[in-house]
Structures are given as structure tokens and as C-alpha cells.
């Protein structure tokens, strides 16, 4: 079994910054791209932010500048530093991970459950 938690959403108001972690747990071989999405009430599940195992990343134009997505390949995690937070960034936040349990399976990507940002103005 795989696992993907996240932590670190809550309450902040407009301009303060939240810090969200998940982390993969389980019989893993090697974790590829890790993300965040998101959801507002009403609304499609939307990109956020990925990195590659590498580095490399990319962010949704909403947040560029304001959200920075980092990670710790020892560890399976990966972090999400939102600062100067807008009521608009209120939302579930979910992470997933482009993983390999098993070679014979290939890569399989896994969500987290959510955790809830809510950003008051």
C-alpha cells in the first residue's frame, strides 16, 4: 500500500502564508514528479505546482511568484511555501506522486486526501 498525507493547511487571513507538506509512505521503489492541485468550492481540481525528482518546476500563472514548491527525495516529500495568501487560494490542496512500487507495474500516480486552506479577507 501507498499512502500520500498532506499537512499543514488551516485558517490564515489575506497576505500570510501557510506551509503544506505531503508525504509518501509505503512500499515505494522510487518517487518521479511530485505535485500539488487544488479545489475551490464549485470549481474543477486544478494544477498548482510539480517538481521533478531533479528540481524541476512549474507553477500555474495564479500562483507564480507567490508559491514555491520544494522536496526532500530522501524523505518522499514534498512542501508547498504559499505566501501573500488571497482569499481566491481558499481550497482543498491536494499532492500526488508519480511513483514505482513494483518495475513490473511501471509508474502509478497517487493522491493525497486533501487539506483544507482557507484564506479570509
Known amino acids: 500500500q501507498v499512502q500520500l498525507v498532506e499537512s499543514g493547511g488551516g485558517l490564515v487571513q489575506a497576505g500570510g502564508s501557510l506551509r503544506l507538506s505531503c508525504a509518501a509512505s509505503?512500499?515505494?521503489?522510487?518517487?518521479?514528479?511530485m505535485g500539488w492541485y487544488r479545489q475551490a468550492p464549485g470549481e474543477q481540481r486544478e494544477f498548482v505546482a510539480r517538481?521533478?525528482?531533479?528540481?524541476?518546476?512549474n507553477y500555474a500563472d495564479s500562483v507564480k511568484g507567490r508559491f514555491t514548491i520544494s522536496r526532500d527525495n530522501a524523505k518522499n516529500t514534498v512542501y508547498l511555501q504559499m505566501n501573500s495568501l488571497k482569499p481566491e487560494d481558499t481550497a482543498v490542496y491536494y499532492c500526488?506522486?508519480?511513483?514505482?512500487?513494483?518495475?513490473?507495474?511501471?509508474?502509478?500516480?497517487?493522491w493525497g486526501t486533501g487539506t483544507l486552506v482557507t484564506v479570509s479577507s
Open positions: 500526488n506522486a508519480d511513483l514505482i512500487r513494483n518495475p513490473s507495474y511501471g509508474v502509478m500516480t497517487y
Open positions: 509505503g512500499r515505494i521503489l522510487s518517487v518521479n514528479t
Open positions: 517538481i521533478t525528482r531533479g528540481g524541476t518546476t
